[in-house]
């Protein structure tokens, strides 16, 4: 997605050969129009798919998720990282380790906003390792729902998140893949659609 790309390319930092920070645009502060443009690509390319409901997890994943489904026209629903007082009956839950917060939370997700017979579309602001969409997965099915595809925003490519999700049979997504960060550059994988 060529918007996204440049928005990268002029509002990103690469602040190692691992890390980005989008700060400017999406995981703090948040472009209104830049995630409306998102919405529309994801529903694009996943509205053959017969998708039900999106999920995704707090907090960065809301804003592309609720454009998806504005676009859509069905709901998503946001795994939480934390219980709260609020959220503590009928539970399906997994433990997912954030590269960047150097640590792990237990994410939940009710089993009534997930229907056993709906297919669900996981959207998610990063795919590195993958540990985040494959929690999401596992809530998914866990509460008996298929996975019909996995919507990502931004692709660290060089890092295994993809294949672990292609290895177990889901449709991937990335509207940004990164190739290469670097001091002074970002680099993008060239994809043919």
Same mark, same amino acid.
């Given at each position: 997605m060529k918007?996204?790309?440049?928005? +990268?390319?002029?509002?990103?930092r690469a602040l190692s050969d691992q890390v980005l920070k989008v700060d400017a645009f999406l995981n703090h502060q948040v472009d209104p129009e830049l995630m409306q443009a998102i919405g529309r690509e994801f529903a694009d390319r996943f509205r053959d798919d017969q998708i039900d409901r999106i999920v995704t997890l707090e907090s960065s994943g809301i804003a592309p998720a609720m454009m998806t489904a504005l676009e859509l026209g069905i709901p998503f629903v946001f795994a939480r990282k934390r219980?709260?007082?609020?959220?503590?009956?009928?539970?399906?839950? $997994?433990?997912v380790y954030s590269f960047?917060?150097?640590?792990?939370?237990?994410?939940?997700?009710?089993?009534?906003?997930?229907? #056993?017979?709906?297919?669900i579309l996981v959207i998610d602001d990063f795919l590195a390792n993958g540990e985040a969409a494959l929690g999401l997965?596992?809530?998914?099915?866990? $509460?008996? $729902?298929?996975? $019909?595809?996995?919507? +990502?925003?931004?692709?660290?490519?060089?890092? #295994?998140?993809?294949d672990k999700l292609i290895d177990k049979g889901y449709h991937v997504e990335s509207l940004a893949r990164i190739a290469k960060l670097g001091a002074d550059s970002i680099s993008f994988v060239e994809v043919v659609r």
């Open positions: 918007q996204l790309e440049d928005k +990268i390319r002029d509002e990103g219980k709260s007082l609020t959220l503590q009956d009928d539970l399906v839950e $997994a433990d960047t917060k150097q640590e792990t939370n237990r994410i939940s997700l009710s089993r009534r906003f997930v229907q #056993p017979d709906e297919r997965t596992q809530l998914v099915e866990s $509460a008996g $729902a298929t996975v $019909a595809g996995v919507g +990502i925003v931004i692709e660290k490519s060089f890092q #295994p998140g993809r």
